[in-house]
């Protein structure tokens, strides 16, 4: 049984070289591990360093930024072409638990129709939205990802258990809305059935749109607890600002347009209009360029 890892890079010298390490420790058993590297054109020197320290790793460089979804494509498809079983996205602002792969797999057993997994996710220490909140003793335990939710009536997908202090509250294994990309465990048949990440999205919401589609292709999608990671949050692209205006904006309409049910969708368009009107300076620009069909990297330099 081969799983393969894949870690898409972009600049992320301050935090792959940590994530690479965690992976070292790594409980292997009844199964191959093969770890790629896709870089997405970095300029800081980090897809060197790896290829200096972790000679295991294969890395895939990318001519240019092809965003986290064509990014991610490049490594699926190698990992397909080699014999995956199990594909592992993987952020490289993460740090593993060493049974993280482990448990995955055995959950995938329970039931054959399990096509994506996702595990328990804890802010990084020090890496809370609220740090003054907790007491030293709770950071490592504060919820990031705990399963996801999506409010279809406003298309808004959001995490469950998000800032939470981890008391086995959501120990269950159990269906989730979605499965966030920051670690996505998949089954190669899900890949043949479904295909890849859609390329249209580039950056954010190409998680949600991939689980939905596998749902409707009858495959469950699973929140497995017993798999943990630590996330340094948003390591490689900081909350707010207009990258997040333009990507969410854009790709929240080409989401909820496909998905959502007549009546939000009609709320949608209604926003769209006020944003176009009203909105930030990059909301403006996610609103035109979804409606001039403008996707990928769109506008966004």
Not at 248 to 257: D, P
Request: charged share 30%; proline share 3%.
């Amino acid at each position: 049984m081969k799983v393969f890892i894949i870690i898409l890079n972009w600049n992320g010298k301050e935090f792959i070289l940590e994530c690479l390490d965690s992976l070292k420790k790594l409980q292997i058993t009844n199964y191959k591990l093969q770890i790629i590297v896709v870089d997405n054109a970095s300029t800081d020197g980090s897809v060197g360093l790896v290829e200096q320290r972790y000679k295991e790793v294969k890395i895939l460089r990318n001519k240019n930024n092809l965003g986290f979804a064509e990014g991610n494509n490049v490594g699926i498809r190698y990992a397909l072409e080699n014999g995956a079983d199990y594909v592992l996205i993987l952020n490289s602002d993460t740090i593993i638990d060493e049974n993280l792969i482990v448990q995955l797999i055995k959950v995938t057993k329970k039931d054959p129709k399990i096509g994506i997994l996702g595990p328990k996710i804890y802010f990084a220490p020090g890496f809370e939205f609220h740090k003054k909140r907790y007491k030293p003793e709770e950071k490592g335990k504060v919820i990031w990802y705990a399963g996801g939710k999506i409010d279809w009536n406003n298309v808004l997908a959001s995490h469950r258990g998000v800032d939470e202090v981890d008391k086995g509250q959501y120990d269950k294994v159990e269906e989730t809305g979605f499965v966030s990309g920051c670690c996505l465990f998949v089954k190669r048949e899900v890949f043949e059935k479904i295909g890849l990440f859609d390329p249209k999205y580039f950056l954010y919401l190409e998680d949600n749109d991939f689980c939905q589609r596998a749902k409707r292709a009858g495959f469950k999608v699973i929140y497995a607890p017993g798999g943990k990671l630590w996330h340094l949050n948003a390591g490689s692209s900081r909350v707010g600002g207009p990258l997040h205006d333009y990507y969410l904006t854009r790709n929240r309409l080409l989401f909820g347009m496909r998905y959502a049910p007549y009546r939000a969708r009609l709320a949608l368009f209604k926003e769209s209009l006020k944003l176009l009107i009203f909105g930030r300076k990059w909301q403006k620009a996610g609103v035109r360029d979804f409606y001039f069909r403008k996707f990928g990297r769109g506008s966004w330099k």
